[in-house]
């Protein structure tokens, strides 16, 4: 194994493979939502970032709108969402991947809610959705070569006239040996083996700073976790002609 003064961006994740066992596959997406509560740090964002942007955004335009980009099996979104309707906002929320199967599973989960779904890359999506309040992203970043990280903020930006943020794991030797031990617990999935490959594909602070300079702020929130927040870039108006709000 190399060591973890770089980032290991070449290396691939199970799940990304179109011939994966399905079966391990979902397996992989309900257990990310075990997961993603014990180690993504939500609850924290919510509070301090999603849940003021959509309160400024309800405010101003009557109904405040969330965006997942890369909603992989959707728990996260479906949490936000969730937390928002229970915090009286006005809120509608989409969940956007290019995976169709994870947009399948995530579908499922938000069967009882009024989530949507768009299927397709953060491009995709601007030319499909009408500006956000809020755009979140969860363990999107780690995904992505150097090349595409620029082109992944800025559709980011673009889809929000509020603010961004994404949670992405931080790379250290302790992350993966936390994650080493912790993973075993995830069977029939590929959510240590991925877990840990994305760990090694992951940012230091310091290199996601520098990749973004002066247009975001990276705070590591915990000794295994990064937190990126931008302004959006989207104009305030809502499109009417499209009838989403009247
Ligand atoms: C590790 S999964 C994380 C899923 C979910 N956010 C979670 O935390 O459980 C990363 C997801 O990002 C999606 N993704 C990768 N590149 C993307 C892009 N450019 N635009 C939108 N989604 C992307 C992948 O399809 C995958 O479902």
Known sequence: MSGFGSRAWSL?????????????????????????????????????HVRPALQAGAAMHGRARLVDVGCGGGDVT???????????????????????????????????????????????????????DMVVSNHVLHHLTPDELPGFLDGCRRLSRGRVLHSDLLRSRLSH?????????????FVREDGLTSIRRAFTRQEL?????????????????????????????DHDANGWFS
């Open 78 to 132: 479906l949490r936000l969402h969730d937390w928002a309707v229970r915090d009286g906002i006005p809120v509608e929320t989409f969940g956007v991947d290019p995976d169709g199967r994870a947009l399948a599973f995530a579908q499922g989960r938000w069967r009882d809610s009024s989530v949507s779904g768009v299927e397709g890359w953060v491009e995709d999506a601007i030319g499909t959705l009408p500006p956000a």
């Open 209 to 237: 700073q520098a990749a973004v300079g002066p247009a975001g702020r990276v705070e590591a929130v915990t000794p295994f976790r990064l937190w990126l927040t931008q302004d959006g870039t989207a104009t305030g108006a």
């Open 12 to 48: 691939t994740e199970r799940m990304d493979d179109p011939r994966c066992d399905g079966v391990r596959l979902n397996r992989t997406y309900a257990q990310f939502g075990t997961l993603n509560r014990l180690v993504s740090a939500w609850r924290r964002a919510y509070v301090r």
């Open 177 to 189: 040996a936390g994650f080493s031990f912790m993973g075993l617990a995830f069977r029939g999935s």
